[in-house]
């Protein structure tokens, strides 16, 4: 199953990636998107995830990292990702990943391009309308094998 993990600048140094709530394209995500393709699924799951990844830098813990987000597109054993039920705090295709997931199961890293710190910096203190433009840009697309020149270049 490939599946979307918000992160921050800080995972890509960590040994491994820890347990964490992703998103995936599911059939609760493929009922509520009906009509879209498999590729348009896994687009939508991604978005989700650089929302989230907003979100995690938003928080104390992530105080001084990088004003970018960073999304881990990973392959993982279906029983390492539960899908959670859709509720009003629940978006379909989300998924709690239940053990590390390890970097030799990574398939991409996708990162901001560097012009959207601005907004990404603003997103995190709250800015309603530079998240939204934060949600807007697109991510670059990094090999797994690149993991180390990222982690030096955003800190």
Do not use: N, Q
Request: aromatic fraction near 4%; charged fraction near 30%.
């Amino acid at each position: 199953m490939r599946i979307y993990l918000p992160a921050t600048a800080a995972d890509l140094s960590a040994p491994w990636i820890s347990p964490r709530t992703a998103h995936a394209a599911t059939p609760s995500l493929a009922a509520a998107l009906p009509g879209e393709d498999r590729e348009s699924l896994e687009a939508s799951a991604c978005l989700c995830a650089a929302d989230a990844s907003l979100v995690r830098l938003a928080e104390p813990d992530a105080e001084g990292a990088a004003d970018r987000r960073v999304v881990i597109a990973a392959d993982v054993d279906e029983a390492k990702a539960s899908e959670l039920p859709v509720s009003e705090d629940v978006l379909p295709g989300t998924v709690e990943v239940t053990a590390p997931v390890a970097w030799e199961a990574v398939a991409a890293l996708l990162v901001d391009e560097p012009a959207a710190r601005t907004d990404v910096r603003r997103a995190r203190t709250g800015d309603e309308e530079a998240f939204e433009r934060a949600a807007e840009a697109d991510l670059l697309w990094f090999d797994a094998t690149e993991r180390a020149v990222l982690a030096d270049e955003l800190g």
